[in-house]
């Protein structure tokens, strides 16, 4: 979240401005939220910072893509992905509702996207696991720690990562266990299998995620095609990043899969962080390369 307002007050958004623009040098970087009254001095109004939705503004001329659902896959059950874990998010401090994906790491530590969970109160947020539903189900717990990687950069989106701590220790059984990482050597050929699943959106712009799991296959893309045709919008593909979709488009993760798994042959090697739209061929989904933060991952799950 962002706050704004005028340091004697006097100056503020109001009922009939929510779903608003807030404008830094031309460029929207909150979405006017909520507050306490309005003008008042010591409440500012609260707007959506713009990296928690920057699937859907990071590419402001083609708005499509967290938090993202998937597109082009199936129904799954949570049976099938037991590592996966749901990150619920509360405007109002009293109900919870799906944001994000993330990864259980181990029985108190949940991997993510930074641009998910950076700048917010932890008590914003809940972690779900072991459901095949994105709002019910399953056990839900308390978060006590956000822990956002050090060289995260909001506006090129490198080190997209960060770890969500819970406050108990998470049960495991059949439907939640922690999930194997790639090491640091782990490499992912171009054009090999791999799998995404997440809650977010079934296609662009619907902006409702899917309540039941999905799931879809797709390939890694070759890293110089990626970063040539993000390049052409502006954006830069580093070397943290690595590249999935589908040749001919139609198959993608999309809003509220962000912070979730990427797998290869089981192994997680991927965190869902940004894309231009979903699905579309020439730009395809752009993921935290995991193999290139293994030890900051185990020293700081």
């Known amino acids: 979240m962002l706050c704004s307002g005028w340091p004697t ?5 109001c009922q009939g401005d929510s779903g608003g623009p807030l404008y830094h040098n031309g460029n929207v ?20 910072r ?20 998937i ?15 749901g990150l619920l998010f509360s405007w109002d401090w009293s109900q919870y509702w799906h944001a994000c994906g993330g990864i259980i790491l181990n029985s ?14 932890i008590g914003r947020w809940r972690i779900r696991v072991g459901s095949t ?65 997440g809650w ?3 296609s662009h712009g619907t902006h409702a995620g899917s309540e039941q799991l999905q799931h879809v296959q797709l390939v890694i893309i070759n890293q110089t095609i990626c970063r040539n045709n993000y390049a052409s919008r502006g954006y830069t593909i580093t070397d943290n990043m690595m590249c999935s979709g589908w040749p001919s488009g139609g198959r993608d993760q999309c809003q509220g899969d962000s912070g979730g798994p990427l797998y290869h042959s089981g192994v ?34």
């Open 71 to 85: 597109v082009g896959g199936s129904a799954t059950t949570i049976d099938q992905y037991p590592t996966i874990a």
């Open 200 to 202: 977010g959106d079934l």
């Open 9 to 13: 007050g006097g100056r503020d958004q």
């Open 50 to 69: 713009n990296v928690m939705i920057m699937d859907t503004l990071f590419i402001f001329s083609a708005i499509p893509s967290n938090p993202q659902r």
């Open 108 to 121: 108190r530590s949940i991997l993510t996207a930074a641009h998910c969970v950076a700048g917010d109160p």
């Open 29 to 48: 970087v909150g979405v006017c939220s909520f507050g306490i009254g309005c003008g008042e001095v010591n409440f500012p109004g609260v707007n959506a």
């Open 133 to 197: 539903w994105a709002n019910t189900g399953g056990d839900v717990y308390f978060v006590i720690e956000i822990v956002v990687h050090d060289s995260y950069n909001p506006r090129t989106m490198d080190s997209d990562i960060s770890i969500v701590r819970s406050l108990f220790a998470i049960s495991f059984n059949d439907n939640v266990r922690a999930a194997p990482i790639a090491g640091s050597n782990y490499i992912v050929a171009d054009n090999q299998a791999v799998w995404a699943t």
């Open 268 to 301: 997680v090697v991927g965190v869902c962080s940004f894309g231009i739209g979903c699905a579309q061929a020439d730009f395809p989904r752009v993921n935290v390369r995991v193999s290139r933060y293994t030890s900051w991952i185990t020293s700081n799950a």
